[in-house]
């Protein structure tokens, strides 16, 4: 019930309306003393640097060796000090005499590892970042691609991902927005000191795809939350859209560098989704590897069976994934290969098969189970939350278009 209480208490406060956020990109910060009035120790503070580690940065300011190893033991109770990422914040209040007083790291977006000097030997803690939630309403008209039309910065970008996580059962993200498609996303917005810092869950969306509309609620069903279609049906299904995975895709090529708009072609029994080589390519649904090689025309092949006589194929990768062999297991998503153009093929792109009992079928065409829908007995408390969502995807207005042009096109020819 976690997100129907969380919406009712944010239904209280303030609407936000952000139509095409700006990014929110942090300034890059040197590293500063600052030395404190009349105290007689000052601050360091500063951001990793890359490949830098806290025993650079203790050599750098000339502070006491022995005591880093102190307060590296320290904090192996909360944080490994080896474990420190590049960009991160971190504080050493040092005393007169050069001894540390106190050391702050900022692990990551929810805590920070605290170290406070306890007599000759340190304490660590964690300290958990407490933010302010609110709602953000972000809406859009889809133009070049999912990334670019949510906006800048990393933020917009991991929305962006989660949106497409939520649909991956019904859309393809790498081949099937159409120009004047449109989002709408009510998310919960993290404040620290009233400034935003990121997106927590997305609580709601509207997605117009080629003019149908899809609908995605969060909710807490029988044990884990999930999201449901207006009907309460679950949209998680045994079968992901397409094996060209949008998440997988956009963080390959280093998030919104690309704009990954595919293309896909049915010339035969199979799909043939156009893509560069080295581009991953995901198991669409969990399964037993039967075949993982060389077979023929196929080139690279990876073949997976599913539960209930299903089967995927694979075929023409550049490189098969070392831990997919024959008789292992593979989950929904993950990367069993890269696209290639090995065996016949005339130029790189990843040639996708689906059979039901050794048929081939068009798995753009069949009609999956859902997982679990929402229970009967929580049916009440979910309309209830959606009628509240509804209202404020309502809300966002968007301008309208009147034309609906397909983005990818094309001819291509294919021997397989
Ligand atoms: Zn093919």
Known sequence: MKYYLTAIVLALTAILIFTGIKGQKAPEREAIIEPLKKESFHKITGTIKKGETFFNIFKKYGLNIAEFFKIRDAAADVHHLREVKPGQQYIISVNADKSVNSFSYWIDDDSILSIARKDEDFKSSRIDIEYEKRVMHIGGVITDNLISSIGEGRENLLLALRLSDIFAWD???TSDLRNADTFKIIAEALYLNGKFKKYGEILSAELIND???????????????????????????????????????????????????????RPHHGLDYSAPEGTPVSAVGDGRIVFAGTKGGYGNLVEIRHPNGYETLYGHLSKINKEVRNGTFVEQGQIIGYVGSTGLATGPHLHYEMRINDMPTNPLAIKMPSGEPVPASLMAKFREYKNMMDIRIASIKIPSFTFAEKISGNSHSDKL
Request: proline share 3%; hydrophobic share 35%; aromatic share 18%.
């Open 211 to 265: 003019r149908k509309t899809y609908r995605a609620y969060i909710f807490e069903g029988n044990e884990k939350a999930d999201y449901f279609d207006e009907t309460g049906r679950n949209l998680r299904k045994a079968f992901l859209k397409a094996p060209l995975n949008f998440r997988k895709i956009s963080s390959y090529y280093s998030g919104a560098r690309l704009h990954p708009i595919l293309k896909v072609y």
């Open 171 to 173: 859309i393809d993200f």
